[in-house]
């Protein structure tokens, strides 16, 4: 990497690149930081608009705009864009991109073409098959007596995983997904799986099409009410470490997942670079893979950015390039909870434009304990905050333990209020649960 500052566009509006903005902003290395038209209300002001949206019929516009404005580097957030095939798109010699190109993206954009690469490098995964007519799926379901999950094959922001208790409930989710097309396109197929008991984790690694370095690993909370009930929802809470991923563990996804996959990947022509993210349930016959993801998860992101040590430039330009092998990544010893403040009616239907308060209060008076990354937040024109999504904001705390982080992340997220707002007050539940089992 040259001593000159990098100019960086960052793709996506959420809770996820708010976090990566505010981490970036810290690189001695920015340049100028560019963003997304619709960028919400706490990431709009880390950075300047971006004139041009993002789309195939501006291409040629944006092109001619990067190269005006010298930015030698896009990261792209969201996973949307990298199935659409953006980083072939904007990959130059010049320029580098953060992210996988459309065909390894095709991990978290096909199911049904991960569930066919995890059986041909012999990945742990859960046993399942896919299918393209409503007639094929209802057939294997009459045939099934054990609990089942029922998924959209393709992209719905984390919410196409229904997971069924009886038969009933995965007729249900077929109904729901081929016929109601609740998840839109996705819902073209579908893959219906075992269902796997034990601990999720989310384990992102970034890979350089060669170089995998493994994060620390989070746990992510994906239903909507506490207790872990209710419908998926994107995300409701993360942290990071989890303490239920011992290093035995971790060694086991590294040599038995990451490494298989980056290699079968290799088999089929493709460099991946970027994030692979894999989730992965503990079962008592050890990891398995549930699903990948091609990107930055949202909340993961931000308890793992609030840990960062290290040159978040750097590191993703080294990725991006095939150089993270000279990258220096380390992580703050504290625990860092993050706790997502929602919309009333959410993952269902909800208001926007609600006004907000509180936002600023609570993690002011904590300093750097506490960081607030908005997810569904705009600017009104009379210059106030509102609502302008399912997701509003995400509390980050961080704490010598989980138990104080958690209720930091709770005490602040408490302060943040408008009609309806909603949260999880349990998240790391599952860890400290298990903590006080092994301590009674």
């Not at 094929?136 to 609990?147: C, G, K, S, Y």
């Not at 097309?181 to 060669?210: H, M, P």
């Not at 509003?392 to 009609?419: D, Y």
Request: net charge negative; charged share 20%; proline share 6%.
């Amino acid at each position: 990497m040259s001593s000159s500052p990098i100019n960086v566009l960052l793709l996506g509006s959420g809770g996820r690149e708010h976090a990566l903005a505010w981490k970036m902003r810290q690189s001695p290395r920015l340049g100028e930081l560019w963003l997304e038209q619709g960028a919400n209300a706490g990431l709009a002001p880390l950075g300047q608009i971006c004139p041009y949206p993002v789309e195939a019929k501006h291409l040629f516009h944006l092109e001619r705009w990067l190269d005006a404005q010298a930015i030698s580097l896009v990261v792209v957030g969201p996973e949307a864009p990298l199935a659409a095939g953006i980083v072939d798109l904007l990959s130059r010699p010049h320029r580098r991109v953060f992210g996988p190109c459309k065909a390894g993206a095709q991990l978290e954009a096909d199911k049904a073409f991960s569930k066919q690469l995890m059986r041909q490098a012999a990945i742990p995964t859960a046993e399942g098959r896919t299918f393209r007519t409503v007639e094929q799926a209802v057939r294997f379901v009459l045939n099934r007596d054990e609990p089942l999950v029922v998924k959209a094959a393709g992209l719905c922001a984390g919410k196409g995983v229904i997971v069924c208790d009886d038969r009933e409930q995965a007729l249900t989710a077929i109904e729901r997904i081929m016929e109601k097309r609740e998840f839109g396109a996705a819902g073209a197929s579908v893959v219906i799986e075992e269902r796997l008991t034990g601990q999720e984790l989310s384990v992102l690694a970034l890979v350089d099409g060669q170089t995998i370095w493994v994060l620390d690993p989070c746990q992510d909370h994906k239903q909507v009410f506490e207790g872990d009930h209710g419908p998926n929802t994107g995300g409701m809470g993360a942290y990071c470490p989890t303490p239920l991923a011992d290093e035995a563990t971790m060694q086991v996804v590294y040599r038995d997942v990451l490494v298989p996959t980056v290699d079968a990947l290799k088999r089929e022509g493709i460099v991946y670079r970027g994030v692979l993210y894999a989730g992965v349930m503990i079962t008592p016959g050890g990891p398995k893979v549930l699903e990948f993801n091609c990107r930055f998860g949202d909340p993961e992101t931000q308890p793992l950015m609030a840990r960062l040590q290290g040159d978040l430039i750097d590191i993703l330009w080294r990725c991006a390039g095939g150089e993270l092998d000279g990258a220096e990544i380390a992580f703050d010893p504290r625990v860092a909870c993050c706790v997502v403040v929602c919309a009333g009616g959410y993952p269902g239907e909800y208001q926007r434009g609600l006004p907000i308060s509180g936002l600023d209060d609570g993690a002011a008076s904590a300093g750097d304990s506490v960081h607030m990354f908005h997810a569904g937040t705009a600017r009104a024109e009379d210059g106030s905050i509102v609502t302008n999504g399912g997701r509003v904001c995400g509390v980050t705390a961080l704490a010598p333990t989980l138990r104080e982080a958690q209720q930091l992340a709770n005490r602040t997220a408490e302060r943040v209020q408008f009609p309806g707002a909603h949260f999880r007050r349990d998240i790391g539940h599952r860890a400290l649960s298990s903590s006080a089992s092994r301590n009674s």
